[in-house]
């Protein structure tokens, strides 16, 4: 695809995005792009995901999805953070290495702290800390915000349980996980030690055999959209809900950890029609996006960080998830119909940013 002449900014003005900036290094082989999409609550939060993309485009395209999304999961979680997103591209398994990580950081020192990043898929903790040699924008060096993540949907599942049975319990009830990575295989802990029973697929075999050592069954990946269960978990990559698989689920719920789990908004009165409920994903997996938050709010102020406090904030989420619903079944669209909830969460999140911008207009000097 070759973009045309200002079709950048059109793009950029669509979803009011900030800034995009493009950063390359040939002597590391870095090739790298941070979005900004919003700094009206704070400075931009978001991790930087190293993926073996195809092109360019499609690299832009996954950076700017992600950087609009932790938007407004900032917003919803209450936290005075932006949203930002970075991304690498290049095999992490082959291309990286010390210079090229060192070679990221000092890009985003060269922000000036308009973008602070953590760790996502294709980058560990350890990759933070090498970050931290070249730039004070970072932070997830200290808490591995996985189990935090999977915590977080844990509680979302089980308000979505109560909302849809009446009862939050998950003991008896059946839970589908797609993908048992870090965060997949400690929701399927949390899911079977409450006594869940839990059905997993991936691609990788030896995550499966940890899984089924703790007493999880197993299916083909293809196969996973039809098992017979209360709760569909997608923890994988996005786009999982679309056309070809939505008609497949045979689930009351949809609520995992996965970013942008709908292939487009749509996906989100698809599944109401269904009598799906679907739990948006940046409500329901901002654990990690807490974590994170306070580890640098704590980093800033030298203060102790406090694992019991994170995890108070994060069970947050399950009521947060309940606001959203409520909104759902208040606000009806031109058709007289209730709104998804993806449209409930988009508006749960804008209104605390749009309050903020109408105090900075009231407040600030003209």
């Not at 599942?157 to 009830?173: M, P, Q, S």
């Not at 269904?274 to 580890?295: F, K, M, S």
């Not at 749960?348 to 903020?356: E, H, N, S, V, Y």
Request: proline letters at 2%; a negative charge.
């Amino acid at each position: 695809m070759q973009l045309q002449q200002n079709s950048m900014f059109e793009m950029m003005e669509r979803e009011d995005f900030e800034q995009i900036v493009f950063f390359q290094d040939s002597h590391s082989g870095l090739k790298a792009i941070v979005v900004i999409h919003d700094t009206t609550l704070g400075p931009a939060l978001g991790g930087t995901r190293m993926w073996n993309y195809g092109n360019e485009i499609e690299a832009l395209r996954d950076v700017m999805r992600l950087a609009r999304a932790m938007t407004f999961k900032a917003a919803a979680a209450g936290l005075n953070f932006g949203g930002g997103k970075g991304v690498i591209i290049g095999d992490p398994k082959r291309d990286k290495n010390e210079v090229l990580l060192r070679s990221y950081g000092r890009f985003v020192q060269s922000l000036g702290g308009r973008y602070i990043t953590a760790e996502d898929a294709g980058t560990t903790l350890e990759d933070m800390r090498i970050l931290m040699s070249e730039t004070e924008y970072v932070t997830g060096v200290n808490l591995d915000p996985s189990p935090f993540t999977a915590y977080g949907v844990y509680c979302g599942i089980k308000a979505c349980l109560e909302y849809v049975f009446g009862d939050g319990n998950v003991e008896g009830i059946h839970v589908a996980v797609q993908g048992v990575g870090k965060v997949g295989s400690e929701l399927v802990k949390l899911l079977i030690e409450n006594g869940a029973k839990v059905t997993v697929t991936d691609v990788d075999t030896e995550r499966i055999k940890e899984a089924i050592n703790l007493g999880a069954e197993y299916v083909d990946p293809g196969k996973i959209y039809s098992v017979e269960c209360d709760v569909f978990s997608p923890c994988a990559l996005g786009g999982v809900i679309n056309d070809s698989t939505v008609r497949r689920l045979r689930c009351s719920i949809v609520a995992g950890a996965a970013n942008n789990q709908l292939e487009n908004g749509s996906m989100g009165d698809k599944l109401s029609s269904l009598g799906i409920l679907y739990a948006p994903d940046y409500i329901i997996n901002a654990g990690g996006l807490i974590t994170v938050a306070r580890e640098y709010e704590c980093a800033r102020r030298c203060e102790t960080l406090n694992e019991h406090e994170i995890y108070r904030e994060v069970r947050k989420i399950g009521e947060r998830l309940k606001e959203v619903f409520r909104l759902s079944e208040e606000i009806v669209n031109s058709s007289g119909k209730r709104i998804s909830t993806v449209k409930a969460a988009d508006i749960f999140a804008m209104r605390r940013i749009d309050g903020i911008r109408c105090l900075r207009r009231i407040y600030l000097p003209h």
